[in-house]
C-alpha cells in the first residue's frame, strides 16, 4: 500500500546537509530511477539570522511540506509568501532567501 506521506524504495543518505549551524538540514534521498530529493527542516529566523541564503546548482522545485515562509528569489525586489501545499522553481546556478517565523518541513526536487 503507497502512502502520500511516505517514499518506498529508496535509500538515504547516513549524513544530513547541515547549514546554519544546525538550523537548517535536510537528508538526501535517492530513488531507484537515480531521481535524487531532499527532505529538509528550517528553524525560524531571528535577530542572528534574519533570512537564510541558499545557493543552487541545478534547477530546484521546492515544495513546502509544513509551515509557511517567505522567499525572494535572486533579482526579485519582494518576498513572496509560501504555505504548505505550495512549492516555488528556483533556476540552476541562482540562489534565494527564505525567511520564516516557525519551523518550516520542505521537499526538495531537483529538476536538472
Not at 525560524?44 to 539570522?49: F, H, L, S, Y
Request: charge should be negative.
Amino acid at each position: 500500500m503507497t502512502s502520500p506521506n511516505r517514499f518506498d524504495h529508496v535509500s538515504v543518505e547516513k549524513i544530513a546537509n547541515v547549514y546554519y549551524e544546525g538550523r537548517t538540514f535536510s537528508r538526501t534521498v535517492w530513488f531507484e530511477d537515480g531521481r535524487k530529493k531532499m527532505l529538509g527542516i528550517v528553524l525560524p529566523c531571528d535577530a542572528d539570522v534574519p533570512a537564510y541564503e541558499f545557493k543552487t546548482d541545478s534547477s530546484e522545485r521546492i515544495e513546502i511540506l509544513a509551515g509557511e515562509c517567505e522567499v525572494k528569489l535572486a533579482g526579485e525586489e519582494e518576498f513572496t509568501y509560501y504555505r504548505a501545499g505550495q512549492a516555488f522553481l528556483v533556476e540552476g546556478h541562482s540562489s534565494y532567501e527564505l525567511r520564516n517565523e516557525a519551523v518550516v518541513q520542505y521537499i526538495c526536487h531537483l529538476e536538472g
